[in-house]
């Protein structure tokens, strides 16, 4: 495999779903849509689409994940960090250690329960359940 591209961006998964959903649905526009043209990259494409659909990116806006980049600014992440802190919404110790490069070195105990505080304050959860009138619902 070669890199075509090594200053390439990388893209969220909340970016990778409303890419697929676009391209996916290009069809009424006029265009011809993914399944028409090329039929193996179009089942690569609808279950890609499925799985991103279950994860936490289906509840994300790119209001919401801007905001949330704006309230880690001070943590000084790199934005392989901030990448995964987004897709993968880390909720305990552990999970931060595990995707912030020297953690320990780099952040206290404290700081690190502010960024779960911050991961649960502005990176929506779409399990969790919310009371609505007296009942409760899934987001």
């Known amino acids: ?14 970016e990778v779903l409303r890419l697929l959903q676009e391209v996916c649905h290009q069809g ?3 265009k011809r849509n993914i399944t028409q043209t090329q039929t193996h990259l179009a089942s690569i494409a609808f279950d890609t689409l499925k799985y991103l659909e279950k994860t936490q990116c289906k509840s994300q806006s790119s209001e919401i994940i801007q905001r949330f980049l704006e309230a880690v600014k001070q943590f000084k992440l790199t934005k392989a ?4 802190l987004i897709n993968l919404r880390p909720t305990t110790p552990v999970e931060m250690q595990l995707i ?6 780099r952040l ?28 409760v619902t899934n987001q």
């Open 1 to 14: 495999m070669e890199v075509v591209n090594s200053k390439g961006a990388v893209l969220s998964n909340y």
């Open 28 to 30: 009424t526009k006029g």
């Open 81 to 84: 960090e901030k990448l995964q």
């Open 100 to 105: 912030i490069e020297e953690s320990e070195d």
């Open 108 to 135: 206290t105990e404290e700081q690190v329960e502010e960024l779960i505080s911050l991961v649960e304050l502005h990176l929506p959860d779409p399990t969790a359940s919310q009371m609505v009138n007296g009942q």
